[in-house]
């Protein structure tokens, strides 16, 4: 006689739908950890019931090592296409994640989950889960069942800091991100720059270096025109508003659809663009008593002399005598010409 006798004894007994143990019917999370999926072990019925109604009798617990938090399940559901899978549905707030991380978006530790149910309270009001025979058996109470975390990094790239390039016609945008590269990597949308109020059309947007730990996580703008360096009151601010479409948004690259970054309004960027502006004399005039000549640059310079033909890289022509001045110092100090912040080089002269 081959038949399991302890089957036909089950069959005809009903057995009660388990969770099931075997490592290829795993209870499991969603990649968002907005679900779980538990999977039941049921010899003698072709399903579970009731579909809904029965998350008051389950109690999620997750844990960050030893701080745990236990939620309840907001719904349940049985999809007819995997009838001994009872799917718990959890809040956005009560979402399971992968790991906890730090204010770099470092992972740090690792969320476990675990499932109970609740079998003998609540009386009437809230259904107990069974088989679907026409003679029911119900599946017994169970604590800490752990579950299997799929979820994916949940954590979406969050804005840094931003600053423009050298030369005035890139914008860079810096985000913290522990899963680069930072989706799409081509073909960015959504944000705006401005100058003093004045916008600077941006003709591409792409991520750095998408093989980059470190750059794949910062987003070029191209520029149309220059930004100015900055004078002190030309800002330039950086505003960031996210596509209708999921697939234009600044995501991480684990696609979870809950990682997209949130909008910008009016940051503002650094400028770093070099004073790209030529000193210029507005003044020149010799002292009333010394043997010296003044000169007023408009333009704050970083070297105390000028190309010229003289040591010092200054030249002053004497016309009247037909012959250069010998300079025998420069020195250079800021001052104020009509109004205007200047710096000022005198130039002492023999006479």
Same mark, same amino acid.
């Given at each position: 006689m081959n038949e399991d006798l302890r089957n036909t004894f089950i069959a005809f007994s009903g057995a009660s739908p388990g969770i099931?143990?075997?490592?290829?019917?795993?209870?499991?999370?969603?990649?968002?950890?907005?679900?779980?999926?538990?999977?039941?072990?049921?010899?003698?019925?072709?399903?579970?019931?009731?579909a809904t109604g029965l998350q008051l009798r389950f109690s999620v617990t997750k844990k960050f090592g030893a701080i745990a938090t236990t939620v309840t399940p907001s719904s349940t559901f049985v999809d007819a296409s995997a009838?001994?899978?009872l799917q718990l549905i959890l809040a956005d707030s009560d979402r399971i994640v992968d790991y906890s991380y730090n204010g770099s978006g470092v992972a740090l530790t690792a969320q476990t989950v675990f499932v109970s149910y609740n079998a003998t309270g609540?009386?009437? %009001?809230? !259904?107990? #889960?069974?088989?679907?025979?026409?003679?029911?058996?119900? $599946? /017994?109470?169970f604590t800490g069942v752990g579950i299997s975390n799929l979820t994916k990094?949940?954590?979406?790239?969050?804005?840094?800091y931003s600053t423009t390039s050298t030369d005035g016609t890139k914008?860079?945008?810096?985000?913290?991100?522990? %899963?680069? !590269?930072? #989706?799409?990597?081509?073909?960015?949308?959504?944000?705006? $720059? /401005?100058?003093?109020?004045?916008?600077?059309a941006i003709t591409n947007g792409y991520v750095l270096d998408p093989s980059s730990a470190s750059n794949g996580k910062v987003v070029v703008l191209q520029l149309s025109g220059k930004i100015d360096s900055d004078d002190g009151t030309n800002p330039v601010t950086l505003t960031y508003t996210p596509p209708a479409?999921?697939?234009?948004?600044?995501?991480?690259?684990?696609?979870?659809?809950?990682?997209?970054?949130?909008?910008?309004?009016?940051?503002a960027v650094t400028n770093l663009v070099a004073d790209r502006s030529r000193p210029v004399v507005?003044?020149?005039?010799?002292?009333?008593?010394?043997?010296?000549?003044f000169l007023n640059f408009f333009v704050t310079m970083s070297e105390p002399t000028l190309p010229g033909t003289s040591a010092t890289g200054f030249s002053i022509y004497h016309v009247e005598a037909?012959?250069?001045?010998?300079?025998?110092?420069?020195?250079?100090?800021?001052?104020?010409?009509?109004?205007?912040?200047?710096?000022?080089y005198a130039l002492a002269v023999l006479s």
């Open positions: 099931s143990t075997s490592l290829t019917n795993l209870s499991y999370t969603s990649y968002d950890g907005k679900r779980i999926y538990l999977n039941f072990d049921d010899i003698d019925s072709t399903g579970l019931e009731p009838p001994k899978t609540f009386g009437s %009001t809230v !259904p107990q #889960l069974s088989d679907n025979d026409t003679q029911k058996s119900f $599946v /017994s109470s990094e949940s954590n979406p790239p969050v804005f840094n914008v860079f945008v810096y985000y913290t991100e522990a %899963t680069p !590269p930072l #989706l799409p990597t081509t073909n960015i949308s959504g944000f705006a $720059v /401005s100058q003093n109020n004045s916008g600077i479409s999921d697939f234009f948004k600044i995501k991480d690259s684990t696609g979870t659809g809950l990682t997209y970054s949130v909008a910008l309004s009016g940051v507005i003044n020149a005039q010799t002292a009333v008593s010394a043997p010296t000549l037909e012959e250069y001045k010998d300079i025998y110092s420069v020195t250079d100090s800021s001052t104020t010409y009509n109004g205007f912040g200047v710096t000022q």
